[in-house]
């Protein structure tokens, strides 16, 4: 083999939580009474829109999650040798982004240094800006910079909107022969928007990603798209690496908080009586230590304990890997409380109603009251908790790496993009493609977060129905 | 009425000791105080015997809980638990690492926060609200539906950037006020204004939406209707009737962050160089000043029980319906 696998901790967690998901999904789609609100989510075009760019998110996500360590070149076949940084299939993918490094800073799409320094030209020393090493690199003369970036961008759009007609098309062959109806009688409906979910918006979002893809493919083999960093690592690469921190903090935080909340939430809410006192207790203490102090608290102490026990972690990535769950823990841990109260009072109204009453009185057990008759009906309150809660973690992930008790420092975040570009502003010429891209892009994570949380609640909350 | 703010206060009580045992058990317990002076340290002048004075300078040398050498109740109070955390309760917060009082140091440090904290908040609420009135006017519009969107879009913004982008843009690019720094009296007028600017604008998005939902929710109901049917006029009902009863789940749900106001913000202090109780948790964080850091969960802690209590008071001063046993 030319590699070894490697499983990390958070790569496991996030399948397992894949698993998950597909679980769920598969359940619902034979229950009509848990599809209908999906269903009208799927009929709100922010929602959906938002759904697109999500799903474009979490594929880069998902392929920046299966990691391997290739085998070193010149070591013997009989007992391979394998390079101790861990890549990933998205490395693979975009290889000459990663290894493409330059001197220092350069500007987006630049063919120079962003400073000036002294270079031997003719036989002559003169100070002017160099030449980058990769950026540009196939152009013999800098005058050919502008008609080789409009010429690339074109055919970027070019094919971008080509692979759109294709996605048009094969949405139109697979719904038609769903609907039994003509393909042009679908596409012209679709148009119109009378197809039963927003067609339009789905197919603009994801040609829009298309082009911009397709931009993408033309421009990065050549060019460093968002410029380089201080290092002269490629803003690009860094940008995309940090899509997987995010939606690992993003979901797995969710992960923990769920059992703790659903947990004890019903089971305050249920039992009542020193049950009900114990855990209001746990909660009110958790919560009223300020988050961000119990976080830091705990954050150093993981990292003493990572300091302590080197032989633990072989690898550098392993390590950044193991404080990244453990960030995600203590998130979890900070912040069920607000689901749990919310849980609590909703069985506490449960638990007086009739059916409820009805099957302790055929004496029904606890365990199978709140499986079948409790669980269900807050089932609603628990997704909609789950997919508010994701985008403030993300932002909460950024503001921790600014702190010092985020991930670790090594490792590629949005949160430590801003945190080692916050002087950048500051330099003369102004340097602000860093800052620029990790804003760019936590900007759409969130946002396309945000509209589909907002499209789930309205469509499970039964009281935010009319309110829109 | 005095019984019961009396009886809250024993019921703060047992969670205080809670608070207290738990940061007692993550500082000293699960993270020895030979972690700590390893930290402290570095990795390179680790001697047992540097651990050993580190600890006795620090006062850390004694054992957790029970002291079995000591005589008397000394067995109970010459422990690192009596001395370090118990004191707390007392607010004896002991010393930081680089030999300061840290009571005087929150005692100086929680004005400069509450210079920029209680305008953020006073202000603040005050144009989430008016934003929110002006939503709710014109609902099912699409002045409505654009402002909801421009709201959702505004949460979405990091608040790091609502700081970076203040700085350079009003401060850097256009010169209307300085970047950073602060000042007493009428002359830290200048530098207070652009935090405060930066915190109101980027508490909007999710302020004014919050405070939209409140208002419709009340908007539906009956003594509206009869309000209307009166033949009040729109501006009158929402005035009036709306913005009034409204205001009881917004004013009491801001009563329980008021004394945690004093707190101050620890990312918009650490960018403006505000010297308060938020730039003085980061810099202890960043220095893993231990001591610090736990007297100001201490500190937190308390002032959220207090907000707890104020909260409960003001609910049935505001709401005649609300009866406190």
Request: charge should be positive.
């Amino acid at each position: 083999m030319n590699f070894q696998p490697v499983i990390l901790w958070t790569d496991a967690l996030i399948f397992l939580l894949l698993a998950g998901v597909l679980l769920l999904v598969a359940m619902i789609r034979r229950q009509e009474h848990l599809l209908a609100p999906w269903r009208s989510v799927a009929r709100r075009p922010m929602a959906m829109g938002a759904a697109m760019v999500l799903a474009v998110f979490v594929v880069i996500g998902l392929l920046d999650s299966l990691h391997y360590r290739p085998k070193l070149a010149d070591s013997p076949a009989d007992k391979p040798q394998y390079a101790v940084e861990v890549l990933s299939v998205f490395d693979a993918l975009v290889e000459p982004l990663r290894s493409r490094s330059e001197k220092t800073y350069s500007a987006p799409l630049a063919i120079q240094l962003h400073a000036k320094e002294f270079i031997e030209r003719d036989g002559v020393t003169v100070r002017d800006y160099p030449r980058l090493q990769y950026g540009g690199a196939h152009l013999a003369d800098a005058s050919e910079h502008r008609a080789d970036l409009l010429m690339r961008t074109t055919t970027g759009i070019l094919h971008g909107l080509l692979a759109s007609l294709m996605l048009i098309l094969l949405l139109g062959l697979w719904q038609s022969r769903r609907h039994q109806t003509a393909l042009t009688g679908w596409l012209w409906a679709a148009w119109r928007g009378e197809a039963g979910w927003p067609v339009r918006t789905v197919v603009a979002v994801l040609g829009s990603a298309l082009v911009l893809g397709g931009v993408l493919l033309q421009l990065a083999p050549a060019y460093h798209v968002l410029g380089t960093d201080k290092v002269g690592q490629d803003v690009l690469y860094i940008s995309l690496k940090s899509i997987r921190t995010g939606l690992v903090i993003g979901t797995l935080t969710t992960l923990v908080t769920l059992p703790l909340a659903i947990g004890l939430g019903i089971a305050a809410g249920y039992f009542r009586g020193w049950v009900d006192d114990l855990i209001q207790y746990v909660y009110t203490v958790l919560n009223s230590i300020p988050g961000v102090l119990l976080i830091a608290a705990a954050v150093l102490i993981v990292q003493v304990y990572i300091e302590s026990n080197p032989e633990l972690f072989d690898t550098a990535a392993a390590r950044a890997d193991i404080r990244l769950l453990a960030l995600c823990l203590i998130m979890g841990v900070t912040s069920w409380t607000g689901l749990a109260r919310l849980l609590r009072g909703e069985s506490l109204k449960l638990r007086t109603l009739d059916y409820v009453e009805a099957a302790r009185s055929f004496g029904v057990s606890h365990a199978r009251i709140i499986r079948r008759h409790i669980f269900p009906n807050v089932f609603h309150l628990v997704l909609i908790a789950v997919v508010l809660d994701f985008s403030g973690l993300v932002l909460a992930e950024a503001v921790l790496s600014y702190v010092g008790v985020g991930v670790d420092p090594s490792m590629y975040s949005w949160g430590n993009m801003i945190n080692g570009a916050r002087l950048e502003l500051a330099r003369e010429p102004v340097v602000w493609w860093q800052l620029g891209a990790a804003f760019v892009f936590m900007f759409t994570l969130v946002l396309a977060a945000n509209l589909f949380a907002d499209g789930v609640r309205d469509a499970f909350d039964p009281r935010a129905g009319g309110r829109r | 009425m005095f019984a019961y703010i009396v009886r809250r206060l024993f019921y703060a009580v047992p969670i205080l000791i809670g608070v207290n045992l738990l940061t007692f058990a993550l500082f000293f317990v699960v993270n020895t105080p030979d972690d700590m002076a390893r930290l402290q340290l570095g990795a390179k002048r680790v001697t047992p015997e540097a651990i050993e004075r580190w600890k006795v300078e620090h006062g850390y040398d004694k054992p957790l809980l029970f002291n079995a050498s000591a005589a008397g109740t000394q067995k109970f109070t010459d422990t690192i638990y009596f001395q370090h955390s118990a004191a707390m309760f007392a607010f004896e917060f002991g010393e930081s690492d680089d030999g300061r009082n840290i009571g005087n140091e929150i005692r100086t440090r929680m004005w400069p926060s509450l210079a920029i904290a209680l305008p953020v908040f006073v202000i603040g609420l005050l144009v989430n609200i008016s934003f929110a009135l002006l939503m709710v006017f014109f609902r099912s519009t699409y002045l409505d539906l654009w402002g909801v969107v421009l709201c959702v879009v505004l949460m979405s913004i990091s608040g790091l950037f609502y700081i970076i982008a203040g700085q350079y843009f009003i401060a850097k690019l256009w010169n209307l006020l300085p970047i950073s720094g602060f000042a007493g009296g009428i002359d830290g007028l200048k530098f207070i204004m652009l935090p405060v600017l930066v915190g109101i604008v980027s508490g909007i998005g999710s302020g004014a939406r919050w405070y939209r939902t409140i208002f419709l929710e009340e908007i539906g109901k009956d003594y509206v209707r009869t309000a209307r049917a009166k033949g009040l006029s729109e501006i009158r009902v929402l005035f009036r009737h709306v913005l009034k009863n409204g205001m009881i789940p917004i004013l009491t749900g801001a009563v329980v962050v008021l004394p945690l106001l004093f707190m101050g913000s620890l990312i918009t202090e650490s960018f403006f160089g505000i010297p308060g109780l938020g730039s003085y948790t980061i810099d202890a964080i960043q220095a893993q000043d231990f001591a610090i850091v736990r007297a100001m969960v201490f500190l937190g802690s308390f002032l959220y029980i207090v907000g707890l209590i104020l909260t409960d008071i003001s609910y049935s001063w505001v709401d005649p319906r609300v009866r406190l046993q």
